[in-house]
């Protein structure tokens, strides 16, 4: 034991606190000060600043806290606070701040604003006129503006003075003292003296404060293990450890940085599964409280964890499993804004949900928005089935991928093509159960010339020759030339209809990873080939998971067996027309149904 200088054995401030409680209210809070001790803000805590509003806030911490104690004592419920860090003293009562300065200001003044009669003070370490101030407040001193307090202190303590006096008008003060000493309540937590420094480091580092998201978990995990008459504290204790660990979970899972990639969270500490369950992408701690948790019970809480136990599960049920993942995956890259995701995201796992005993129906209407969304077809008009903005859609992309000139008019949609053509592929494989696609060709993505675009050449209407990019060639690059585009040419031998193609078609191109299509340069086929498939040795060549390009460098039909050239002028036409029939099958123009 401890003793004061008057001899005084002063317990330990754990011991202090009633073993068998998980929170604190107001008035034991105050209890631990004996009426001999003080609050103690140290030298290293900065001055008070509640009551100075934000930019980017629309309401001061002083009015949001205010407001929060008039509602729940016109409805009667418990207020729940934010933990606040302290470290007692070995020779008093006085308890030192490590954080939580702001709010027992807040409560210091509101108590001498409501007339308290209890013995209560507060010690600046380094602010006389802080002290000073707060021993002796003056009310009919509290209408002074910025620019004539001297003190920052001293000005936000009378400005909250000021805002307790309009917020309060007309509530009777010992009713609502009697009321916030009771049911004003936090989580005490004590560390040692020596630690006090560190801790607050720790906790004030570059302004740091808690997330929206650590505030939500929080307040989730208070609601989980309120008091309850059946329950007893060592079951409250289990269940918050319970809760914790899952929530904990999700945390891990959400910020695994593969998961991170493919879901396009942007910093959001547990990506999706909030805002899903929220059902706003942009989350607000004041506002999930308000909306989820309106009623501040066990039930209710419990419920909300449930929910986002059950989402969890459908989210990494569809990231497990490969076709939906090629699906979300196309999808997630389309939808380029989190606005955007978010509400495809709710979409589909409210689908999910609809669907939870036939996984079928989801996967399917999935598919199709899939299919739709790679053609340019919005996500309000795929929900709605509208087939009038599809066919539209369909008609643009297919003018686009028809064109000669498609790696320089349209080299998205080149793009979204060939990587649903890949992605096909991959949901083939493996006994049809399909395999992942690696997205992270997306940030190394490149369409490869099979046939060399800086070997064709062309000529305009005065008989010039000029090469892929529309230049005029010199002599020197004309012997260069080994193919001209006039020259690609295919007969159809169904239609008999001559096909056109050019070096930039979509029967000249693949999707190939940046790193890997540099290595091509302007080789011609036979020796791209020879590459593509026996210089095994190479494991940086990432190309080769790419089946559908696979396909393409396997078909020996790119070279003339006639003359035993690596360049046959009618494959390229051909594979074209292969491509816009394989385009024209998977994407039939549609009628409504509903109109006929």
Known sequence: MDYNKAGETIPPLSVRIMVDKSTISLKEYLGLLHNKGSFVIPNYQRGYVWGQRKKD????????LIRSLRYAYFVKKEVFLQGITVHGNANSYDITLVDGQQRTTFFYLLLKYLEYDGDLRIKYQIRKQSNDYLLNIDFDSIDSIAGEEEFQDIFFFKRTLRIFTSELEGIVKNDFLLFI??????LLVIVPEKQAKIVFAMMNGNKAKMTDEELIKAELLRCASLKNDIIREAEHLEIRSRLAREWDYWL????????VKFFRTEGKQLGWLLPLIYNNYKISFKDFREKMLDEQSIKQSKEVFKRMRLLQKSIEDAYNNSKLYNYLGVILYIRNSSEQR???LRW??????QFEETHTKSEEELKRYYDWAIIGVNHEDIVSNNIEKYNDARRVFLTALESNLLFLQNYEVAYRWLLRQNIKQDNQDQKRKGRKFNFNIERDRSLEHIYPKSKIGHKNDENKALGWDDKELDEKHIDEIQLWREEMK????????VYQGSEHCIG??????????SKFNDADFRQKNHYFFRDLDDEAFESRHLIHTTMIFSDVSWEDESTGSAWNKEQVPHRKYEELKCFNEEYPELNDISNE
């Open 181 to 186: 000493l009771d049911m004003v309540k936090f």
């Open 252 to 259: 891990h899972w959400w910020n695994d940085e593969g998961i």
């Open 57 to 64: 806030e629309t309401m001061d911490s002083v009015t949001f």
């Open 508 to 517: 000249n191109l693949v999707l190939l990873y940046k790193r890997d299509n």
């Open 490 to 497: 295919w007969i159809c031998p169904d239609d008999k209809h």
């Open 348 to 353: 589909f796992f409210a689908l999910t949900n």
């Open 342 to 344: 978010f509400a495809f």
